[in-house]
């Protein structure tokens, strides 16, 4: 399973970016869909999650309200869009499938995208 983030960028206090991540191999709707962030200096943080058959949706209080998780299992694609944008959400965005596998998990992690909120 190979998962692909884009839509990162540099844009100002306010604004807003959509992220999209696609996933190749497997099953897309069999994953539950994270996204994840990490900012220089920091450790890597939840963002928001997706689940599969009922997607529920869980978000951090740091970005509820301004953020929205989606997905589109036709086109095995997560998206968060990311509204009212504050300096502190600059960060690389990365996103990241589970699945159930047996008696465990597996767990799968995309390049991340950057970005980059400034004035």
């Known amino acids: 399973v190979q998962l692909q983030a884009s839509g990162g960028g540099l844009v100002q206090p306010g604004g807003s970016l959509r992220l999209s991540c696609v996933t190749s191999g497997g099953t897309f709707s069999d994953f539950a869909m994270y996204w994840w962030r990490q900012a220089p200096g920091k450790e890597r943080e939840f963002v928001a999650s997706?689940?599969?058959?009922?997607?529920?949706?869980d978000y951090s209080d740091s970005v509820k309200g301004r953020f929205t998780i989606s997905r589109n299992d036709a086109k095995n694609t997560v998206f968060l869009q990311l509204n009212n944008l504050k300096l502190e959400d600059s960060a690389v965005y990365y996103c990241?499938?589970?699945?159930?596998?047996?008696?465990?998990?597996?767990?799968?992690w995309g390049r991340g995208t950057l970005v980059t909120v400034s004035s």
């Open positions: 990241y499938a589970w699945i159930r596998s047996g008696v465990g998990y597996r767990e799968y």
């Open positions: 997706i689940g599969w058959s009922a997607p529920s949706q």
